[in-house]
Antibody
Framework: VQLVESGGGLVQPGGSLRLSCVGSGFSLNKYWMHWVRQAPGKGLEWVSR????????DYADSARGRFTISRDDAKNTLYLQMNSLRAEDTAVYYC????????????WGQGTLVTVSS | DIVMTQSPLSLPVIPGEPASISCRSSQSLLHSNGYIYLDWYLQKPGLSPQLLIYSGSKRASGVPDRFSGSGSGTDFTLKISRVEAEDVGVYYCMQAVQTPFTFGPGTKVDI
């Protein structure tokens, strides 16, 4: 059971990037799936979550209108499309399963680094 | 948004001695369904966070029994009965009773 993120890299301000998170050992569509980020040397910031469809999506204010979370069940993959990127979006982005569940099933990926700089 | 605070922010510890971290929320983390939505995570140096405690007081699978969580409403505590060298890192509390989920600022524990 694990999550593996990819898609990070260096992007210019105003640019776009799509992060991916592949799950193995379980089906992503059975859980709320989340993106959480951590700016260099800083704490954890929740970004977004997705469950079954567009009616079950939430965003932090910092992400709403610029980021889009989605899932491909055939690929068992969670995505985060990030547009209009800013320097303050620079962070390690973690994919996480089941945050806050009463069953204690939370797991995190290893993270992928996004750097927004000219 | 629910604001999470932690104290202390830095905690020097001695192996074999107990340690305690406090977490407070600006609103109650007791849901109308009767469950508490408070998790504790440990982020060891260079690694991603790992779940220690969920529902305020339940140990996650594989977590040593020297870790315990307690509290209700807005005040919570994580205790380590006897600190070991492998316990160093940053401890975060997180509320999941409402979105946006929010984390405490973290407590850095080192030997």
């Amino acid at each position: 059971v694990q999550l593996v993120e990819s898609g990070g890299g260096l992007v210019q301000p105003g640019g776009s990037l799509r992060l991916s998170c592949v799950g193995s050992g379980f089906s992503l569509n059975k859980y709320w799936m989340h993106w959480v980020r951590q700016a260099p040397g800083k704490g954890l910031e929740w970004v977004s979550r997705f469950y079954s469809d567009r009616s079950n999506i939430d965003y932090a204010d910092s992400a709403r209108g610029r980021f889009t979370i989605s899932r491909d069940d055939a690929k068992n993959t969670l995505y985060l499309q990030m547009n209009s990127l800013r320097a303050e979006d620079t962070a390690v982005y973690y994919c996480a399963r089941a945050l806050g569940y009463q069953s204690g099933e939370s797991i995190w990926g290893q993270g992928t680094l996004v750097t927004v700089s000219s | 948004d629910i604001v999470m605070t932690q104290s202390p922010l830095s905690l020097p510890v001695i192996p074999g001695e107990p340690a305690s971290i406090s977490c407070r929320s600006s609103q109650s983390l007791l849901h109308s369904n009767g469950y508490i939505y408070l998790d504790w995570y440990l982020q060891k140096p260079g690694l991603s966070p790992q779940l220690l405690i969920y529902s305020g007081s339940k140990r996650a699978s594989g977590v040593p029994d020297r870790f315990s969580g307690s509290g209700s409403g807005t005040d919570f505590t994580l205790k380590i009965s006897r600190v070991e060298a492998e316990d160093v890192g940053v401890y975060y509390c997180m509320q999941a009773v409402q979105t946006p989920f929010t984390f405490g600022p973290g407590t850095k524990v080192d030997i």
